[in-house]
């Protein structure tokens, strides 16, 4: 059994900062790419940024010069950490991660965490 929990959200500012983190537990042999993604009320999931297991990222423009994303891969922890937020950075972010275990690969999304960000 695999599970995926962020923490970190809350509410802050305009130009203030919030750190995302996201473990990973269970019978895990092997994490693949971490990501975060995140869902505006009604719109669309979007990828925010990913990170591979050698340490390669890529960041959507939106957050790009804002954002930095890094994992840990002693602690199968991914973290985002937001500086200069903005109020359209306001969503529900969740955490992906690529998981193989002994029985299968599969992809594993944590429940997601608030981030609300006022002008």
């Known amino acids: 059994q695999v599970q995926v929990v962020e923490s970190g959200g809350g509410s802050v500012q305009a130009g203030g900062s919030l750190r995302l983190s996201c473990a990973a537990s269970?019978?895990?042999?092997?994490?693949?790419?971490m990501s975060w993604y995140r869902q505006a009320p009604g719109k669309q999931r979007e990828l925010v940024a990913a990170?591979?297991?050698?340490?390669?990222?890529n960041y959507a423009d939106s957050v790009k010069g804002r954002f930095t994303i890094s994992r840990d891969n002693a602690k199968s922890t991914v973290y985002l950490q937001m500086n200069s937020l903005k109020p359209e950075d306001t969503a529900v972010y969740y955490c992906?991660?690529?998981?193989?275990?002994?029985?299968?690969?599969?992809?594993?999304w944590g429940q997601g965490t608030q981030v609300t960000v006022s002008s």
């Open positions: 990170i591979t297991n050698k340490g390669r990222t």
């Open positions: 269970g019978s895990i042999l092997r994490i693949n790419d």
């Open positions: 992906n991660a690529d998981i193989l275990t002994s029985r299968n690969r599969n992809t594993y």
